[in-house]
């Protein structure tokens, strides 16, 4: 498959993405949409096929069917993380958020055990639809402390999710990053709030889907 088709897959699935809402009545594909993605498609394959080598209209029909189905999964994969794990998904323009429920302890870095169900289904997702994608984890603190030492701790709470996902679920140590931005008040998600009780919702992580083609080095390497 021409590299102009895959990145026309890839666009495709992107429109997939805005049309998965925040909550799960809405969770699906509109057909509109695919059908406007699907005929750029079709077009793009004849016009990049030679007339020796051109594809028939059976093998395009099977393309056009297997990237419905691979829209639906797509679509339900997403629904599932929203529904079972209040996961919020955001298309960016060259990227994929996710903003899940993955949270720490006071002054700590450690996973929590509950949290490890929505990391496993979230690399699940990722390894079946972004298999070259680039991950990059990002840490955030609340508001307790200098800035200088929680930006240590956020990068210590991304790494601790970048190991999981690498040691754990078997991502390429070279696709997953870790990043940190500590107490950044842009970031906060309640800002101002911190300390043993307040402000729990900022101590988290985020996970962002981004260079979609990112071709990652197969060897093994250091985190």
């Known amino acids: 498959m021409g590299s102009g088709i895959g990145l026309r897959l890839r666009l495709i699935k992107g429109a997939a993405l805005t049309l998965v809402c925040t909550t799960a009545a809405c969770a699906h594909v509109g057909q509109d949409q695919f059908d406007t993605e699907v005929a750029a498609l079709r077009a793009e394959i004849e016009q990049s096929t030679s007339d020796s080598n051109r594809r028939t209209d059976a093998q395009v029909a099977q393309l056009e069917a297997q990237l419905e189905v691979q829209l639906d999964q797509l679509a339900r994969g997403l629904s599932a993380l929203e529904n079972e794990f209040d996961v919020t998904v955001q298309r960016l323009e060259t990227a994929v958020r996710f903003d899940m429920p993955v949270y720490f302890g006071f002054d700590l870095a450690s996973l929590r055990p509950e949290d490890l169900p ?106």
């Open 118 to 223: 929505v990391l496993e289904r979230f690399a699940g997702v990722v390894d079946q639809y972004y298999p070259d994608a680039l991950l990059t984890v990002e840490g955030f603190t609340d508001a307790s402390g200098s800035a200088e030492y929680n930006l240590a701790l956020g990068q210590r709470r991304a790494e601790a999710v970048q190991q999981y996902l690498v040691e754990a679920e078997n991502l390429l140590p070279s696709r997953v990053r870790a990043v940190s931005y500590g107490e950044d008040t842009r970031r906060l998600v309640v800002p101002g709030q911190g300390g043993p009780e307040a402000g729990w919702e900022n101590r988290r992580v985020v996970v962002v889907i981004e260079d979609l083609d990112y071709e990652p080095t197969r060897s093994a390497g250091a985190l």
